[in-house]
Structure formats: C-alpha cells, structure tokens
C-alpha cells in the first residue's frame, strides 16, 4: 500500500513536469461481484482489449470483491484506495439504482470519478411465445384492468433496475398506482425467463443479451425493446416501447468508474483509454455478440449523465415507497 | 444414432494431445483445489478463467480446461470430508457422515476408493444422461414453477431426520440456526436488508463457505487446541487400510451408486437446486432405503458412495439447463456460462444446433476427464492417506493457514474472515453441546432457496396458500415429503429398537 502510494506520489510529481506523464503500471480492474456476472465480464473483456490495444503494459488484473450489490467494493475504494492512479471499476445501471436508493450506506456518487461507458444493454420486455398479448400497450391494459393477473419476471431484487423499467413503463402507460403492478424477483434474468417458458409467470422484464438465446429459438415474444431507436441485427424486428406510443427508454449501462483522488492526468488518461476502447473495431465486434447497443459517453458527460439517472431512479423509488 | 454420431466428432474435436494435456492438467488441479477447504468448483473455475485467456485457447480447449478442473474438484471434495472431516466444497459435506467415522475406524483407503468410484459412476452415467436426455430434460427443469420448487425444498427438510443419528432435536436445532443464517441479507422480494445492521457487507447474506470452512475447519482446530496441543500425546499410530477396495464392498455399494446417479442427475438438473442438494437427497435416501441396522453416521460404505454418486452426478446435470437453456444450475456453471458467453458462444435452446463442435467437444471432454480422474484418484489414494500420518500439531496449522488463505482469496475482504472466526468459535461451542453441525449448513443453502420460491409463489398467487398444491407434481413432492417424516416416526420405533446401541458412538463427533 505504501509503495503504491509511493508510485502514485512519484506519478503526481512527474505529471507535474509534463502534461502527459501518466504511465500506467500494474493495472487493475475491480469487479464488484463474483466471476461470471456482468460486471466481471466488463472488467475481464475491456481489460482483454485494452492490451490488444497496447494501451496498457502487461495483463490487466481483475480483482472481484464481491458484496453487498457492488457495495463493498465502493466502499473499499473510497475508504482505502482513494487516491490510486492504476485502478478503475466495473459499474452499470445497478451501481447507480444502488447509490439512488442509498443501498451503499454512507456512500454517494460524488466520492469516486466516473470515467465513460463501454456499451448499454436495452431492457426488453416479452411474453411467451403462445401469450395472447402481442403489443406492450395490450399488457399494460390488463395491468389497468386486473392487476393480478399479471405477473411479471425479472432477474433484479425489487427495487431493482429490471423492476424499475417496468414501472416506468407502466407509469408513462398511465397506471396510476405503480405498486399494483406484481413483480417477482428471481437469481438472475436466466431463471426468470426460464419460468416465463414454464408457464409460472406472464411476462419476463429483463436485458437484450439476456433474452436473445430465447428470441433466436423463437420460445419467446419481445413485445418491446426500451431503446430510443430500433436494435440492430436479430432484435430489428421487434419494435420500440416509444413506437407503440409508451415513451420509455431503460439502458442498463456498462462503464467504469475511478478512486475519487485520482489525478487529473491519470483520470484524464483513462477517459481516453476508455474511448479509445470503445471506438475500437475490436469492441464493435465485441459489442455485437453479446447484444451491447452503442452509448457513447466519456468524462464529464458520462459524470452528468450518471448524475441525472440517479436523480430519476431517486424519483420513482420514493414514488413507490423503496426510499422515504 | 445421430447422437452417437455427433459424439463421435465431439471426440474427434477432444481427442487433441493438446487437449488431452489440459484435460489431464485441469483433473489433477481441480482435484487439489476441491481438496482444499474453502477452494471449491466454481472458485477453481474462475481463479482459471484468466489463465485460459492468457494462454489464448479457443473455444473448445478452454472449455475443456475449465470443466476438467470443475469434475476434478467435484472428485476432490471429499478427500478432505473423509481424511479430516472438514469438507472441502459444500457438495462433500454429506461425505463427512460415514466416510470420517470410516477413516477413524482405520479404512481411510476403502472410503477414497470407494467415493472414487462412486465419483466415477455417478459423473459417468450423468454424462450419458447429458447427450441422450438434455433437450428432453429440459422439459423436467420446464415443470417446476415456484411452487414446485417449494415442495421440493421441503421434501428435503423433512428428510433431515435422517441424517442425524442420535439426538432429532439437536438436529432439528442445528437446521433452525441454518435457516436463521439464510434470513442475513437483502430480501429480494421486497430490495429491504434483513439483520444486516447497515454493515454493507451482510447485504449478500453470509456466504456459505465461510460459514462451511469456519463450522468444519476451524472449530477443528479450536478442539485440537484445547486438547493441549503440542504434547504429542495424540500421535498414536493411525491405520490408513486397504488402498483397494474388497469386492465385497463394492458389491454392496453399486445399488447405492445407482439410486443416488438417478436422484442426483435429477437435482442438477434443476436450476436452483444443484450438487449440495442432490448429495443430500441421495445420503438420505439411501439411509431411509437401505440402512438397517443403523450403520448409516458411523461408517458404513453406502453412506460414503451415496453422496459422492450423487454430487458428481449433479454435476453432469447442471449442465443440461446451463448448455440447454442458458441457465446454470449451481454456482460453478454460472461461471462457465460466463466464459461461454466470453468465447461469443451464446447458450440457449440454439446451441446444439449452433455451434455442435463445442457441445460434443464439451461432452467428449467430460468422458476423457472422467476416466482420468477415475486414473488418477484410485493409486493416489494411498499418497492422500498419507494425510493421516502427519501429526496433529503440523496438520492443524496448515488446516488454520489454508482456510484463511482460501476465504480471503475468494472476496478479499477482511470482513469474511472475521465472519469466518465466529462461526469457528460458534462450531466448536456447538460441538461442545454434541450438536450436528451439517444440518446447519444444509439449513443455509436449503433454507434461503425455499423462502425465495415460497415467497415467489405467494407473490405470483396472491397469498394464496392452495395454490402451492396446484398441480400434480407439487402434490406428489408433498405426499413424499410427508410419507418421508411422519413415516420413520411410526415404523422407526419397530425396525430401529437398538438406539441404546448409539451410545457406543460417544467420542466419536456428533457430525
């Protein structure tokens, strides 16, 4: 720890002399949850390109530090590591749901930096395959009509962001009690769409790359897909919640964020990584496997827009009574 | 025949000298990883992943890699449950029952042997239920909505009478503290932590295997201390028996291997469910089915081979839902989802279709590591119980030195180990009042699932309660679960008239 505070001291002097003297050394990556989820796959697959880029020396190291929805990790940041120059973590739409709620006690967003997204992950929302429902408008009429009739399937606690989505749905489709609408939370989008299949619930709310397995083989049904635009490749036919008169957009986005004494250069260095990342031919391809849509934000745009999610996500949770 | 076809190429696409060396590597670390407290499958699997990335495998090596090291530390396991009592991933902890009192009875290399074998039988038949019964399985895993799944979970409780052997409720005790322990954490059908006192830490509830290497690991370490470590006292010549098993063991544990491959492949292939509840479907089934004279918790062989069948067979089954649906199964193959998704191979019901190589690749891979490791494990049975003879007073603290090394290594935080040292002082306080210390466990890891899929029911239902005996199969779990603990209760008190027997059982440990 005191060597590394030692390197980062002798970085702040350097970077003093020069304008553009951070050079990064023994890299890492902070996944805020066991290997295999989203937040690892950021870390793992952005480290993975960043070398094939040449834009760091060496392997970038992933540490998971799970706990706590992402939780512990922030706080291990902002309390023991705040002021490191060689590290950035793993954030998305959950970290922001996360600090809006105040599920990070004694936590905010203003502790760390935020450096840039990489991609964002549209919500969709589908029924099975022989459902009656054909069009968002349909579902959330029987929502009105008969709210228990409906239950809905997403892989986030309540409160979380695939259960967000929904009530913001629902609330632009002018249900006037948002908390009639009956969700049940499952581990992971995977389980939730599996029971979506077996019939134990209506509708599923989840992440494009999550349903897309089940979109090819044709089990289910997207009746709307939570972006401005239409998605390209296999979700081109499936129409947007805006389309069909329900003015939604749910991204569940993918970035970074940096310890908030990270130096100006070293920050400013990582912002450029990470665009650099992002407007590589590698992460396009990336990006189009695993179902990312594009969302181009770095720096104090990405900062701004991190803000103003957490404010609307602050919003609708004491709407439906998750934070007083 | 097209199967057979398929898992012809499949071979061809495994049957690599560079592959064969991965799969050989992966079986002998996944072994030692399963082997050591606190490192289990799916931490071997991710501490893994970077390294296949590294070395740059494609797709089908690194798969194969990956799933030698998950087989391996599935025959791992148990190797630590017999040889110390502590297991070494949760799906070994049923293997503590019979396989330590049978290391403690001098037959340390018949209980390896035949868990071995047991490993071996239960993975091989569950790979063959892999290739000929996935896309029908699916339909099974398709069957159990929350309700179901609630049923099934208590089926499991009832039947955990029958894992303890003297005292029921110092059992039944054991079991509400587990569950008690599943209620830490944020409650995900309403986003509210639960007995988490603001400490971001306890958001994700206590993670089972801190819970498992503090309860087993070092609570055995507590109990050496306070039996005046260091005098030497204990250093009595140990027997370590025969590192070949008598055919007549064998014999008598096939049935055993047999029912519980079934009732194991079954449990894996459910989301959810997974190894841990399979080998404990398996251990109690077998108890109820064939223990007659009481041997079950003191030794017996079929208490040792039922378990082991079972979690390696439910580790076969994981992978139906995992390849089939793109759902893992248990924690291991969330993480092998994830290097899939990695490798840009999406699973789901296209993938037999989509990418064939890699499927029957995988399938062949898992045939070529299971023999290896059936190779591997019989003649290193007897360097394994060479564990045995290395005194106490060096094996204690190696014991302490791992489990910390391991917990750390899995979330590096601090905060686990703490966590982990009061359930030490918790497991050896508990072993004091003679209180089993699996039910706990099985509590923790059954408890927090059946809540879930309770509250899930009750959510999609209204509050309902009928609706939770709505369909046939949710009628018939019950009609089980009932028969399984009322049943004992009645004819227990004709078949089982020796209970004054146990007593002999005293200084043996209650787990």
């Known amino acids: 720890m005191k060597k590394l505070l030692g390197l980062a001291a002798v ?5 003093s002399l020069s304008a553009f003297a951070f050079e990064p050394n023994n890299t890492e990556c902070i996944a805020p949850a066991n290997p295999g989820g989203g937040w690892d796959f950021t870390c793992r697959q952005v480290g993975k390109t960043l070398q094939d880029l040449d834009l760091v020396p060496g392997t970038m190291q992933v540490s998971n530090i799970a706990g706590g929805g ?15 120059n060689n590290l950035i973590v793993a954030a998305s739409s959950a970290t922001a749901t996360r600090l809006a709620q105040g599920a990070f006690p004694g936590n905010t967003m203003d502790q760390v930096r935020w450096i840039g997204s990489v991609g964002a992950d549209y919500g969709v929302i589908a029924v099975a395959k022989d459902s009656p429902i054909n069009t968002l408008p349909e579902l959330m009429e029987k929502i009105k009509t008969d709210p228990s009739s409906v239950s809905v399937a997403g892989g986030s606690a309540v409160g979380g962001w695939d259960h967000l989505k929904v009530l913001i749905a629902a609330s632009k489709a002018g249900v006037e009690d948002v908390r009639q609408v009956k969700y049940v939370a499952f581990d992971g989008g995977g389980e939730a769409v599996t029971q979506l299949l077996a019939g134990s619930v209506q509708a599923f709310t989840g992440d494009a790359s999550e349903a897309k397995g089940f979109v090819d083989s044709g089990d289910i049904k997207v009746i709307a897909v939570l972006a401005p635009e239409r998605l390209e490749g296999d979700f081109s036919s499936f129409p947007t919640a805006r389309e069909q008169g329900i003015d939604v957009i749910g991204a569940n986005w993918r970035g970074f964020y940096a310890p908030g004494e990270m130096s100006d250069e070293a920050y400013d260095y990582w912002v450029n990584a990470v665009s650099k990342v992002y407007a590589s031919d590698e992460w396009k391809e990336i990006m189009a496997q695993n179902g990312l849509a594009p969302l181009d934000l770095q720096g104090d745009e990405f900062q701004a827009f991190v803000k103003e999610s957490i404010d609307s996500i602050t919003d609708l949770s004491k709407q439906i009574g998750i934070v007083k | 025949m097209d199967t057979l076809a398929s898992l012809a190429d499949g071979f061809a696409v495994a049957l690599t000298w560079q592959n064969l060396m991965l799969a050989l590597i992966g079986c002998f670390l996944g072994t030692i990883i399963g082997a050591l407290p606190g490192l289990g499958p799916s931490n071997g699997v991710a501490i893994l992943i970077p390294l296949a990335f590294t070395l740059g495998l494609p797709a089908t090596p ?8 998950y087989y391996g530390a599935m025959y791992g396991g148990r190797i630590s449950s017999i040889l110390l009592n502590i297991p070494g991933d949760e799906p070994a902890l049923m293997t503590t029952l019979d396989g330590h009192p049978m290391a403690k009875a001098g037959k340390a290399g018949e209980a390896l042997a035949i ?7 239960g993975a091989f038949f569950a790979t063959w239920g892999l290739v000929f019964l996935a896309p029908q399985l699916v339909k099974v895993a398709l069957l159990f909505g929350p309700a179901e799944y609630f049923a099934l979970f208590v089926l499991a409780f009832a039947t955990l009478g029958g894992i303890a052997s003297r005292n029921q409720a110092k059992a039944a005790l054991a079991a509400v503290i587990g569950l008690g322990i599943a209620t830490i954490g944020v409650d995900g059908q309403t986003g509210v932590p639960r007995f988490s006192f603001g400490e971001v830490h306890l958001y994700d509830g206590i993670d089972f295997l801190v819970a498992i290497v503090g309860l087993f690991a070092l609570s055995e370490v507590f109990i050496f201390l306070e039996h005046r470590a260091g005098s030497g006292a204990d250093d009595k010549v140990v027997k370590v028996g025969r590192i070949v098993p008598p055919w007549k063991m064998v014999r ?17 292939v459910l989301p959810g ?24 918790g003191k030794g017996d062989p079929r208490g040792v081979a039922a378990p082991e069948a079972g979690n390696n067979s439910a580790a076969g089954g994981a992978l139906v839902p995992m390849l089939a649906l793109g759902v893992p199964g248990s924690g291991t193959t969330a993480v092998l989802l994830a290097m899939l998704l990695a490798l840009n191979i999406t699973p789901g019901p296209l993938l037999f279709q989509q990418n064939p190589d890699v499927v029957w690749g995988l399938i062949a891979a898992l045939f070529i590591g299971n023999i290896m490791l059936l190779a591997m494990n019989l003649p290193l049975v007897s360097l394994f119980v060479r564990v045995l003879l290395i005194p106490t007073r060096y094996l204690m603290p190696a014991v302490a030195m791992i489990s910390f090394v391991g917990i750390y290594g899995i979330s590096g935080s601090t905060f686990d180990l703490v966590v982990m040292v009061i359930f030490g002082v918790m497991g050896w306080v508990l072993r004091k009042l003679d209180v089993p210390l699996v039910p706990i466990i099985l509590g923790v890891l059954l408890g927090d699932q059946m809540e879930k899929n309770l ?51 005293e200084g043996s440990d209650p787990d």
């Open chain 1, 11 to 15: 970085f702040t002097l350097a970077s």
């Open chain 1, 70 to 84: 992402g939780g512990v990790a922030f706080a291990e940041v902002v309390g023991k590591r705040n002021s490191e």
């Open chain 2, 62 to 69: 690194a798969l194969i890699l990956l799933t030698s090291v």
């Open chain 2, 115 to 121: 868990s071995g074998l047991a490993s071996f039988i």
């Open chain 2, 252 to 268: 008598e544990t096939l049935p055993a291997m047999g029912r519980s491959t079934i009732f194991g492949f079954i449990a894996g």
């Open chain 2, 273 to 296: 469910a997974g190894a841990s509840l399979g080998s404990f479907i398996s251990y109690t089934f077998e108890k109820r089915i064939s223990d007659r004279k009481g041997t079950f």
């Open chain 2, 455 to 505: 509250r899930r029911a009750m959510t999609i239902h209204d509050g309902d309660w009928t609706m939770l005996f709505n369909s046939w199969l949710a009628i018939g779990l019950w009609t089980f679960a009932i028969v399984g603990f009322v049943l004992p209760l009645i004819v227990g008190r004709y078949f089982r008239p020796k209970i004054a027997d146990e007593a002999i059982a």
